[in-house]
């Protein structure tokens, strides 16, 4: 199985997008009463196609406005970041292939720590609700009236599949903190599966401005055979990963098989990091002071630095993989792809539940 990175050379895929999806984000993309830039997001149950409609509605916008925000919200199918993380990132550059997941460096990211949000879902929200303050403070102009001009940029939010239970209540939150331009709404064939009809966000006598927009899931291609792919998850997320560790080499080294991967991980000098310069911070569990070491080793960890605003959270820069640790010295022996101009300022690290792939381990 080869490796993929942040590339835009692959040749396009043979996606067949249906009429009804290519309308609706033509739609959204060249609405004449579109002013300020659109704020999209889609939802639907799972494997109905958010992820490829996300990214074809990323490249039909990018034309018009040049460059495009992008809202990740499901940290198990992370799209340009690795697993368990809540980013949000800038594209100036059309993706050539919907099917190929790349990596890419968010604006703004923070590590959850786990695949799913229903371990948290205060924390979750919260990291979404600052990203989408971000966007707001930094690329959604405001005019003298406080109210959205037109010189910004798009936004396309992109959710889990989990659209029941708890996820939906999640979801609804999500919806009325944002308050997006459009909702895209993808349905099912299992109606018993689907989000419920209209703006269901939406209290009684709510006034809020919002385009709806149902479509279907692209269950068949143009000769009428099903293109529906039953994703194994837990593959993609072990495919991000280790597409995120490959960025440890450079594009030249020979390393396109995964059994190369974790031999060149194996042989990699790693960085030292004293424990006495950084605070660590375990996630969604407490492990007593006497365990740190132990519990540390062989996993992978959010490398985040603090903010100065207590108000806000440590700010995710990229992973780390605690190769080692040295009780004597106090110290942890990790590999990441970040620079190390960037790992200097490094003083937070933190660790939550995102498994290695066992096929790098050696």
């Keep these: 199985m080869g490796l993929h990175s942040d590339t835009e050379e692959s040749p396009p895929a043979n996606i067949f997008i249906p009429v009804e999806w290519s309308d609706a984000a033509d739609a959204i993309a060249y609405d004449s009463v579109t002013s300020p ?75 959850f720590g786990d695949i799913s949000s229903k371990r948290d879902p205060k924390m979750y929200l919260s990291y979404i609700f600052a990203l989408y303050d971000h966007y707001r403070k930094e690329y959604c102009m405001l005019d003298k009236n406080n109210s959205p001009s037109d010189t910004g940029l798009p936004l396309v939010i992109n959710t889990p599949g989990w659209v029941k239970g708890i996820g939906y209540d999640i979801l609804v939150d999500m919806l009325k903190y944002i308050a997006p331009t459009h ?33 279907n899931s ?7 055979r099903s293109v529906l792919v039953q994703k194994d998850a837990r593959l993609l997320r ?16 020979n390393i396109t098989t995964i059994k190369e991967l974790a031999r060149a991980l194996a042989a990699h000098p790693p960085y030292e990091i004293a424990v006495s310069t950084i605070k660590i911070k375990h996630l969604h569990c407490q492990v007593p002071g ?73």
């Design 37 to 111: 830039p659109p704020i999209t997001l889609i939802c639907g149950a799972k494997n109905s196609g958010k992820t490829t409609f996300s990214r074809y509605l990323l490249n039909i916008l990018l034309p018009r406005y040049k460059k495009v925000a992008y809202l990740d919200t499901d940290v198990g199918q992370t799209e340009f970041t690795p697993p368990g993380c809540l980013s949000l990132t800038v594209l100036d550059k059309l993706t050539s292939d919907l099917t190929i997941p790349c990596v890419k460096t968010p604006e703004r990211c923070f590590f």
């Design 183 to 215: 909702v895209v709404k993808i349905c099912i064939s299992a109606e018993s599966k689907n989000l419920p009809s209209g703006s269901f966000w939406l209290d009684e006598g709510d006034s809020t401005a919002v385009t709806l927009v149902e479509i």
């Design 218 to 224: 692209a269950r068949q291609d143009s000769l009428q």
């Design 238 to 253: 072990d495919l991000r990963i280790m597409a995120y560790f490959r960025q440890c080499f450079s594009s030249e080294m």
């Design 290 to 362: 006497s365990e740190i070491f132990y519990s540390l080793n062989a996993t992978i960890v959010g490398l985040a630095i603090s903010s100065e605003d207590s108000e806000h959270f440590p700010r995710c820069v990229g992973l780390g993989l605690v190769r080692g640790v040295d009780t004597f010295k106090h110290a942890l022996y990790v590999i990441t792809p970040v620079p190390q101009s960037t790992l200097e300022k490094v003083d937070v690290l933190l660790q939550g539940f995102i498994h290695i792939p066992t096929c790098l381990l050696q």
